[in-house]
């Protein structure tokens, strides 16, 4: 059986008691935009030489734009001295949620978005939801308080003396 022609096989000699371990080489091209030079070697390498440092690889990584804070809240600028208790609308399309925030005199940002969805993720899920034909659920999350029972248990659990699994271990040369 033939091996095809990019495929080269090396031989490490030194390592080791065996001298049968082998490289697999092959004739790679360079990922790196507008290189593509042709270079040997391994089949997980992905740049020559000149681009296998992270310094040469710089131009790719452009740091992101920090979002500003007015692209999802509300910037509202209140005259009032005493806080003032307000309701306004989900502002996420075909959601139509009514929400109340209070607006503090020393504070401008104030959520744009229903409890629903106050974060990216989540007016994602809500548009995938939509286009898929789903009606997504508008209601929060309720938290069903303990019962008597298991108060009670917390309360028994908490005023256990603390329990060590193990003794604590003797010094070396005490009989037992």
Not at 69 to 82: C, T
Not at 90 to 99: A, I, K, V
Not at 147 to 170: G, I, R, T, W
């Amino acid at each position: 059986m033939e091996k095809q022609a990019h495929v080269l096989d090396g031989k490490i000699f030194g390592l080791g008691m065996s001298n049968a371990s082998r490289v697999r080489k092959e004739i790679r091209s360079c990922k790196h935009p507008g290189c593509n030079k042709k270079f040997e070697g391994s089949p997980t390498s992905l740049y020559c030489l000149d681009h296998r440092t992270r310094k040469s690889r710089a131009e790719r990584f452009i740091p992101k734009e920090a979002p500003k804070p007015e692209d999802s809240n509300l910037v509202i600028e209140p005259d009032a001295i005493q806080p003032i208790h307000k309701s306004m609308f989900c502002s996420l399309p075909d959601c139509g949620r009514e929400y109340s925030f209070t607006i503090y005199p020393d504070h401008n940002i104030y959520p744009m978005y229903c409890e629903l969805h106050r974060t990216e993720y989540k007016r994602r899920h809500f548009q995938k939801m939509l286009s898929a034909g789903h009606k997504p659920d508008n209601q929060l999350p309720q938290f069903a308080k303990w019962s008597d029972y298991e108060m009670q248990f917390e309360e028994y659990a908490l005023n256990q003396p603390h329990v060590v699994p193990f003794p604590p271990k003797k010094p070396r040369g005490q009989i037992h």
